[in-house]
């Protein structure tokens, strides 16, 4: 089994920059792909970025390429997720996720808990 943990959500003020980090433990051998997903209260899920962990290859969403950057560190099987010039309406709960190999974005294998930002204006 796989545990996927986040940290480094808080509140933040508009214009602020935010670092947030996701370690996978466990059984992480065949693990290919980590990423982000955000969601707010009444609203599905949705997708902010992700990397591959071998490649380092990486896919954002249309509304995160400007100001959001994912990067990994596979020694620590970590994946980080840097927010510049944050505004209100990234306020959510951000989740980590993490991919099998054979596996695709359509089903997430493993999740996070969450991570709460909150941005005030």
């Known amino acids: 089994q796989v545990q996927v943990v986040e940290s480094g959500g808080g509140m933040v003020e508009a214009g602020d920059s935010l670092t947030l980090s996701c370690t996978a433990t466990?059984?992480?051998?065949?693990?290919?792909?980590m990423g982000w997903f955000r969601q707010t209260p009444g609203k599905e899920r949705k997708f902010v970025a992700r990397?591959?962990?071998?490649?380092?290859?990486?896919l954002y969403a249309d509304f995160s390429k400007d100001r959001f950057t994912i990067s990994r560190d596979t020694a620590k099987m970590s994946v980080y997720l840097r927010v510049n010039s944050l505004r209100p309406e990234d306020t959510a709960v951000y989740y980590c996720?993490?991919?099998?190999?054979?596996?695709?974005?359509?089903?997430?294998?493993?999740w996070g808990q969450g991570t709460q930002v909150t941005v005030s204006s």
């Open positions: 990397i591959h962990m071998q490649t380092g290859s990486t």
């Open positions: 996720a993490a991919l099998n190999t054979g596996s695709n974005w359509q089903k997430v294998d493993y």
């Open positions: 466990g059984r992480t051998f065949n693990l290919y792909a």
